[in-house]
């Protein structure tokens, strides 16, 4: 059974930092691309950036090219997303996912077939 476990959210205040991890399970674990969306109240999902099993990483949002940094530990099963100078737009349920490595369509949603259950990210202004 594959299982994603995210974790490290919270709330922080404006121009502060977070890390979060995203704990995988049940899979190989070097055959998926990773990825983080997230999902602000009322807005659609959206994907922020991507990691190939090598650690080749592909951002698919322009706001967040700079301040957000995407990584991955295979030796741990483990995604990370470091997010810097957080601002209240950044305020979201933030998902890990997987989807079986292929060489493309990072930035494409619909292709990632395991999902975490989410971590709440609150960015006080």
């Known amino acids: 059974q594959v299982q994603l476990v995210e974790s490290g959210g919270g709330l922080v205040q404006t121009g502060g930092a977070l890390r979060l991890s995203c704990a995988a399970s049940g899979l190989s674990f070097t055959a998926y691309a990773m990825a983080w969306f997230r999902q602000a109240p009322g807005k659609e999902r959206q994907i922020i950036s991507a990691i190939n099993w090598s650690g080749g990483t592909t951002y698919c949002a322009d706001s967040v090219k700079g301040p957000f940094t995407i990584s991955r530990d295979n030796a741990k099963n483990t995604v990370f997303l470091q997010m810097n100078n957080l601002q209240p737009e950044d305020t979201a349920v933030y998902y890990c996912?997987?989807?079986?490595?292929?060489?493309?369509?990072?930035?494409?949603?619909?292709?990632?077939?395991?999902w975490g259950q989410g971590t709440q990210v609150t960015v006080s202004s």
């Open positions: 996912a997987a989807k079986p490595e292929s060489g493309t369509n990072y930035c494409m949603g619909a292709r990632y077939n395991y």
